[in-house]
């Protein structure tokens, strides 16, 4: 019964956090250009986000096994609840960057801090091998619907405020107050998990000579994060505050149309991770990875090309609706190719990787969008390295398959 226990608290928390990173998403942008920050400042703060995400990731993860769990997880929440008060309360620029850098601020509305790779190796550790992919698909559904749903709130909510009377600025500032409350949600909800969660044999794995809390796994694991991190810089090209800015300029739309579109994107994505799980049980973990990566990032590329906002939006909407399949199963096989006692480290360490890869690109698009004629740049670099990525890692990983696959 504690597993299961478990199992639903992780899951909830992952929808609380996703809801509160879409929430946010959509106006985080919009309103640090309204306090007066330009095109190239918003870029370095997203830049300073992620860079500081993964040094605290970085610390926390790599010892998660040892120092455990959920203590691990509790200061995630806390440092999310931390800077989502800052936000709120200063518009000092350097306050803001500080806030940025030790805090977790998600400015893409994916997953940032440590809370995914931490709950994978729970999750992992709570469920039998051949449930360990089914069970990641419907936990990146969940949260794809939850920054769907977050998306869809925060830029109508921001709109429903200003048409009501409420000042532009204020009206972002009432969102990241609910941003903050989800930090406060998620440590209470943390502070109810089980030790079920913990590693049983965190004796043994700290004896065991480590780098970043790998030992038998260290290679595999180096390999992957190479890989992540070049998908992940690629990824950073394009976080989903800077499209959602992208749109803004290209099209002249507001911040509710912006939700609406990331709504609608994110719903697809949701269920792409789906679909995942039955074309893995057929070709396998890597393939699935690959040949459902390659066509969206085609799409990727052809977005900036289409001449009308409708035509824009429909690629975009394709786009995600096979993005996401590589998510699940390059968690699952991370998770599949590594040892129990190294799957905090392992998920922490690639994570950390992705956090690196995606560090530097989003100043790279606030240089971007400042120049017209380089505004739609982001896009062409974001397809054509994610390609090459694919390629790599199908060249590299093709044959070692996981337990469920052997």
């Known amino acids: 019964m504690s597993h299961r226990r478990d199992i639903s608290l992780l899951f909830s928390t992952r929808i609380i956090r996703l809801f509160c990173y879409g929430f946010l998403s959509v106006i985080l942008a919009l309103y640090l250009a309204r306090l007066g920050l330009g095109e190239k400042q918003i870029g ?70 440590p809370f995914l790779s931490v709950e994978q190796a729970a999750l992992s550790h709570l469920l039998p091998d051949q449930k360990r992919t089914g069970t990641f698909a419907w936990y990146n559904l ?60 965190a004796r043994a794995a700290s004896a065991a000579p480590t780098f970043l809390g790998l030992h038998k796994s260290r290679r595999i694991v180096i390999k992957l994060s190479a890989f992540f991190s070049l998908d992940a810089f690629a990824g950073g090209l394009i976080v989903q505050s800077l499209v959602a800015y992208w749109f803004h300029v290209r099209f002249g739309i507001d911040a509710g149309v912006i939700g609406s579109i990331f709504f609608g994107a994110n719903v697809l994505a949701g269920i792409s991770a789906l679909l995942a799980v039955r074309i893995a049980n057929r070709i396998g973990l890597i393939n699935t990875m690959v040949f459902t990566h390659i066509p969206s990032n085609i799409l990727l590329i052809l977005v900036p090309l289409m001449p009308t906002l409708p035509l824009a939006i429909a690629v975009l909407l394709l786009r995600f609706s096979i993005s996401q399949m590589d998510v699940p199963t390059r ?33 790279l698009t606030g240089i971007f969008l400042a120049s017209s004629t380089l505004i739609s740049l982001p896009f062409f670099l974001a397809g054509g390295l994610k390609i090459l990525y694919d390629l790599l890692l199908f060249q590299s990983f093709r044959t070692l398959k996981p337990p469920e696959e052997t």
């Open 142 to 201: 969940v949260g794809s619907f939850a920054t769907a749903t977050g998306a869809l709130s925060g830029g109508w909510l921001a709109q429903l405020l200003q048409n009501n009377g409420m000042p532009v600025l204020d009206s972002y500032r009432v969102v990241l107050m609910g941003y903050g409350i989800g930090g406060f949600i998620l440590v209470i909800l943390f502070l109810c998990l089980t030790r079920e969660i913990e590693v049983k044999s």
């Open 44 to 113: 370095l703060l997203f830049t300073l986000t992620l860079a500081g995400d993964a040094v605290i990731t970085l610390l926390l993860t790599t010892s998660a096994d040892r120092f455990g769990r959920r203590k691990t997880l509790l200061v995630g929440a806390s440092l999310m609840l931390g800077a989502g008060i800052v936000f709120v309360i200063t518009h000092n620029v350097v306050i803001l960057m500080a806030a940025a850098i030790v805090g977790v601020i998600s400015p893409s509305g994916n997953e940032i801090g």
């Open 331 to 363: 968690q699952s096989y991370t998770m599949a190719v590594v040892s129990p006692d190294e799957r905090s480290a392992a998920a922490g360490v690639t994570s950390i990787a992705r956090s690196v890869g995606a560090a530097v690109s989003p100043s």
